[in-house]
């Protein structure tokens, strides 16, 4: 069965602690890995795609990095702006389908 | 640029009553997918809408129907909500089917 599992389920950081968020998937063949973030009573907004082992992409004090099994969301010097939970979800071909399977998040806490 | 518009935000309903959530794009994506959020578990996928004039099932799709009334538009209905279907309904559009999602804010429905 494909799963999506991340952890830790929670984590609360003093701002300018980084730490880093893990995500590891058994899919049958990965299209791609997403990273969003969702803020309380928002949906999720979209941050990172990562297609292939080895790539990295980074945006402000976050990096995405991908490895065969698993793909790590680094958080550098955050600020209590970070505070969110982070889902990543994988996409893998099902018959006619792109199916996209979406983990249950980390739910961030940044202390100031 | 409003982006996924969701309406209403909120909604009570008494078990056996039906309803429709709308959703709407403004993005001129080709794919449309409706989700459901509940405590602990990641986004399942109800219903999606590979292009204008198809419809599909997700993994969840009991107890709902969906319509594409348009590029635009991607509708669900549910004919006769039971508590189970209390949860958060999002609505996320795709320009392909392939890569992010773009989420709308959601809807907080309520079975009692």
């Known amino acids: 069965e494909d799963q999506v599992t991340q952890s830790p389920e929670a984590l609360r950081l003093q701002e300018g602690e980084s730490s880093s968020l893990n995500c590891s998937y058994t899919?049958?063949?990965?299209?791609?890995l997403f990273w969003y973030r969702q803020d309380p009573g928002k949906g999720p907004e979209f941050l990172f795609t990562l297609y292939s082992a080895g790539e990295e992409k980074e945006k402000e004090r976050l990096k995405a990095t991908l490895t065969k099994k698993e793909s790590f969301l680094h958080i550098t010097a955050p600020k209590p702006e970070d505070s969110a939970t982070y889902l990543c979800?994988?996409?893998?071909?099902?018959?006619?389908?792109?199916?996209?399977?979406f983990g249950t998040g980390t739910k961030l806490q940044v202390i100031p | 640029n409003a982006g996924v518009t969701q309406t209403p935000k909120f909604q009570v309903l008494k078990t056996g009553q039906s309803m429709t959530l709308q959703c709407a794009q403004d993005m001129n994506h080709n794919s449309m997918y409706w989700y459901r959020q509940d405590p602990g578990m990641g986004l399942r996928l109800i219903y999606y809408?590979?292009?204008?004039?198809?419809?599909d099932k997700g993994e969840v799709p009991n107890g709902y129907n969906v319509s594409r009334l348009n590029k635009r538009e991607f509708s669900l209905r549910l004919e006769s909500a039971a508590p189970s279907q209390t949860s958060v309904y999002f609505c996320a559009s795709s320009e392909t089917g392939f890569g992010g999602y773009t989420f709308g804010s959601g809807t907080r429905l309520t079975v009692v």
């Open positions: 899919v049958s063949g990965l299209r791609g």
């Open positions: 979800a994988v996409q893998e071909p099902s018959g006619g389908y792109q199916k996209v399977t």
């Open positions: 809408s590979a292009s204008e004039g198809t419809t």
